[in-house]
């Protein structure tokens, strides 16, 4: 892992996902999440004071980056809440079939190289009428945002960890098994266009 992936990266992105506009984003899903909960690219703990601890038995956090889970720490020693790290990446979550109550995908799913086999992994994992609850960035139905979105895309990656402005959140969740509940859809101000497009909602496993 290089320098500015392990150093300046994780503070970088603690800061782009933890604004004021976001966090309330987050706000809406996150105290949600009941049972035994994997939260899929945990980063740095931000969700973790969010939980509801009265409907939380635990948390496998999984996060494959160094920099982020040491970031992590000073909300890890703040919570009541047993958190369990894992450390590979979305692709390979090492739980067994069923395994999960709820999974909460918050400001990830942009980021995950395979998203369809990080997907089909958290569908397994996922007990029978689980929820899926999601905060998520990405492509804009507006076809001029769309349009800066797909030039922009391979430069942004490269700056910000892998991360795609123009994946489709509820389509990528539609096509992976799940049945969506409810889903919102915004424009985050004070964000350019291309990467303010939000959706947030819950999924069930079907």
């Known amino acids: 892992m290089s320098f500015y992936d392990e150093k300046i990266l994780p503070h970088i992105i603690n800061c782009g996902c933890s604004t ?6 987050r706000s809406k899903v996150v105290p949600l999440a009941y049972g035994d909960v994997l939260e ?6 931000l969700n973790l004071p969010l939980y509801n601890t009265s409907k939380v038995n635990k948390v496998w956090g999984l996060e494959p980056s160094i920099g982020m889970r040491k970031r992590a ?8 809440i047993k958190v369990d790290w894992l450390d590979l990446p979305g692709e390979k979550i090492p739980l067994a079939d069923n395994s999960v109550d709820c ?9 995950i190289p395979d998203w369809r086999a990080a997907m089909q992994q958290m569908h397994r994992v996922l007990k029978p009428h689980g929820k899926l ?8 139905p507006h076809s001029s945002i ?9 430069l942004w990656g490269k700056i910000f ?4 402005l123009n994946r489709n959140v509820t389509q990528s969740i539609e096509a992976s098994g799940f049945s969506i509940e409810w889903n919102e859809h915004k424009y985050v101000n004070k964000m350019p266009k291309f990467a303010a497009y939000m959706s947030v909602g819950s999924a069930i496993k079907t």
């Open 20 to 25: 004021p506009a976001i966090m309330d984003l």
């Open 73 to 80: 720490e000073k909300n890890l020693n703040r919570s009541n």
């Open 40 to 45: 899929v690219g945990m980063g740095s703990a």
């Open 133 to 140: 609850l999601y905060c998520e960035h990405g492509l804009s």
């Open 103 to 111: 999974i909460v995908l918050t400001y990830t799913l942009c980021t």
């Open 161 to 164: 960890g892998g991360c795609n």
């Open 146 to 154: 769309e349009k800066w979105q797909n030039r922009l895309n391979p």
